[in-house]
């Protein structure tokens, strides 16, 4: 059975941190790369990260870009998203994924607020 599934979400205050985690199992998460998207309360699901397979390329939404990181440790099959300086519009639920060509696969989602 495929599984992603997210954890460390949670509440935190502008300018804490958080790190994500997304466990993998029933497939070769290590073929597959792995990406993060967050969707706003009535907004569109957006994509935040991206990652290879091997974990030898990144990229991250300018929204991001110098407070969060992804990466991955394919002998664990898990991939992480680090957030720092967070701020209330980071506010979300963040969503695992999973894609190798024409095949994805998501996880539940875990929800993340910024708030005083």
Same mark, same amino acid.
């Given at each position: 059975?495929?599984?992603?599934? /997210?954890? $460390?979400?949670?509440?935190?205050?502008?300018? $804490?941190?958080?790190?994500?985690?997304? @466990? %993998? +199992?029933?497939? %070769?998460?290590? !073929? *597959? @790369? $792995?990406?993060? *998207?967050?969707?706003?309360?009535?907004?569109?699901?957006? !994509?935040?990260?991206? #990652?290879?397979?091997?974990? +030898?390329? #990144?990229? !991250? @939404?300018? +929204?991001?870009?110098?407070?969060?990181?992804?990466?991955?440790? =394919?002998?664990? =099959?898990?991939?992480?998203?680090?957030?720092?300086? !967070?701020?209330? /519009?980071?506010?979300?639920? *963040?969503?695992?994924? %999973?894609?190798?060509?024409?095949?994805? *696969?998501?996880?539940?989602?875990?929800?993340?607020?910024?708030?005083?």
């Amino acid at each position: 059975q495929v599984r992603l599934v /997210e954890s $460390g979400g949670g509440l935190v205050q502008p300018g $804490g941190s958080l790190r994500l985690s997304c @466990a %993998a +199992s029933g497939f %070769a998460f290590s !073929l *597959y @790369a $792995g990406n993060w *998207y967050r969707q706003a309360p009535g907004k569109e699901r957006e !994509l935040v990260a991206t #990652i290879t397979s091997t974990g +030898s390329n #990144i990229n !991250l @939404a300018n +929204s991001v870009k110098g407070r969060f990181t992804i990466s991955r440790d =394919n002998s664990r =099959n898990t991939l992480y998203l680090q957030m720092n300086s !967070l701020t209330p /519009e980071d506010t979300g639920v *963040y969503f695992c994924n %999973a894609r190798l060509h024409s095949i994805e *696969y998501w996880g539940q989602g875990t929800q993340v607020t910024v708030s005083s």
